[in-house]
């Protein structure tokens, strides 16, 4: 694996791709390697036929399928001689594959599609495993192109060599002739192909692939379900290969090479496939602003106490809350108001204007030092809120700090991983890890302010093990009904 410096990722696809008989393109620029990539990999394959063809716009048939057979035209049938090209081949790589005209693709897209070619009267089954497509670009819009493109189930882009040392060994120190450490046979793969089909998807590949379709619908990102089909019996043969009991989530990684169709949307699949598969479906994010959603709802709510009772100056009108004084300076701009402050007879005879008064306002909220002026109810609403999420950041972080082995040893065993995709999962674990803390020291932070204390909240013990596998009920509504209880209390916008 040495010999493709970089291709890591692209080598261990293109082996899933022949293992799992879909085809694979590469979307980048020329002179990327990679036509000594597919051959490489074909000569994996034992009496592995390699056929490769750069097309034009003015390819003909017969270059790709083979020449008219003149002895079956003399007896009026149109048969070609299909040996050495496409329809014979166990591995294709077709560089400029949407260049392809009318005439090529109809056939084109039968091999891909039935694993047939027409050869005159006579229907051939073609022994190919995988078609590797190159291209420079992706298709115009063009329905049969789309067609064409959509065959492709893993879809890399490839450009030239990163880092330097990588490109001083490309060209000053040839490595020796390429030799497959391993060959495989045909049966073998099949056999592979055929033993897949029993292996079993864990609960949460299910939750991840459930929550990732409903992520990416979102952003406006639509995938077939013939798509999702093939995807998972691409897992399952991944799984099955690396000798693994059953598709896991560090299996669901390999989600991000084959989702994505318009390149931009490459970078946000791989993010969010690796955000569901690290923490198990699960949005620390989600649960981050359920967190600072609650922490503005506190301030709004101590904010808006005013911390003497105000009048209006001009009309008599008096305030409780900073919201009615807003209200208020919204219809008369020009009013100015008094502040009754208890047991002080100097501030009730100041006149303020409305931005003097704000500004006294915030110091006496300041001078006054305690915060604890909610009322007992929404002290009620609010103990009750950070403790059912303290509750579930708990819960999750317990989980994370039980799976991080885990999921080193998974990752381990799962021999389709590249090492950036191994060391980036972990990184974005222990992020996770700690945020969870973070999100954690914040509930704990407005839980023990005063006004606000409730007793302290313990995780759960019992019910940790089963969260593993199932998700942690999401009170996200609750919240989410909560602030908009807070909101129509306060007016707010
Ligand atoms: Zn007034």
Not at 76 to 84: A, C, V
Not at 129 to 149: H, K, R, T
Not at 337 to 358: A, F, H, K, M
Not at 431 to 444: M, T, V
């Amino acid at each position: 694996m040495d010999y493709f410096k970089e291709r890591e990722a692209e080598i261990n696809g293109s082996l899933l791709a022949v293992l799992s008989g879909e085809n694979l393109l590469f979307l980048g620029p020329p002179g990327t390697a990679k036509t000594q990539l597919a051959k490489n990999i074909c000569q994996s394959i034992k009496g592995g036929n390699f056929y490769n063809y750069l097309l034009t716009s003015f390819s003909t048939p017969e270059e790709i399928f083979g020449p008219l057979s003149l002895k079956a035209l003399e007896e009026d049938e149109f048969r070609r001689k299909i040996e050495g090209c496409l329809p014979t081949a166990h591995i294709a790589l077709l560089d400029e594959i949407f260049k392809a005209s009318s005439a090529i693709l109809n056939s084109l897209l039968t091999i891909l599609n039935e694993h047939k070619y027409h050869n005159g009267r006579e229907i051939v089954d073609v022994p190919l495993l995988s078609v590797f497509g190159a291209s420079n670009e992706l298709p115009e819009e063009d329905e049969s192109l789309e067609a064409l493109y959509d065959r492709f189930l893993f879809r890399y882009r490839l450009a030239y060599i990163q880092d330097d040392e990588n490109f001083r060994t490309l060209l000053f120190r040839s490595p020796e002739d390429f030799t497959p450490c391993i060959q495989i046979s045909v049966s073998e793969i099949e056999e592979v192909r055929r033993s897949a089909k029993s292996i079993p998807v864990d609960s949460d590949v299910e939750m991840i692939i459930t929550e990732l379709r409903k992520n990416l619908q979102l952003q406006e990102i639509e995938i077939s379900d013939r798509r999702w089909k093939k995807v998972i019996q691409v897992l399952k043969v991944a799984a099955c290969s690396s000798g693994c009991p059953a598709v896991d989530r560090t299996t669901a990684l390999l989600l991000q090479h084959m989702l994505w169709n318009l390149p931009e949307e490459r970078e946000t699949i791989r993010k969010t496939v690796f955000e569901l598969a690290v923490s198990g479906g699960i949005s620390t994010e989600k649960m981050r602003h359920e967190a600072e959603d609650l922490q503005a709802a506190v301030s709004i709510a101590l904010k808006n106490e005013l911390p003497a009772k105000a009048v209006c100056d001009s009309c008599g009108e008096e305030f409780h809350l900073r919201q009615e004084i807003e209200v208020h300076h919204i219809s008369h701009p020009n009013h100015s108001y008094i502040l009754r402050i208890e047991g002080s007879s100097e501030g009730s005879s100041r006149i303020y204007p409305y931005e003097n008064l704000i500004r006294e306002i915030d110091n006496l909220h300041e001078n006054a030092g305690k915060k604890s002026t909610l009322s007992p109810a929404q002290k009620e609403i609010f103990e009750k809120e950070f403790g059912v999420l303290g509750d579930r950041v708990k819960h999750v972080k317990y989980r994370f700090e039980e799976e991080r082995e885990l999921l080193r040893q998974l990752m381990e065993a799962n021999i389709w991983l590249s090492t950036l995709d191994r060391n980036e999962a972990l990184l974005l674990h222990d992020a996770r890890n700690i945020e969870l803390s973070e999100i954690d020291a914040l509930i704990s932070k407005y839980q023990s302010m005063p006004g606000l204390q409730s007793k302290q909240v313990q995780p759960k013990q019992q019910s940790i093990k089963e969260d593993a596998k199932v998700s942690v009920p999401d009170n996200g509504n609750s919240v989410n009904g909560f602030m908009k209880g807070i909101g129509s209390r306060f007016k707010l916008k």
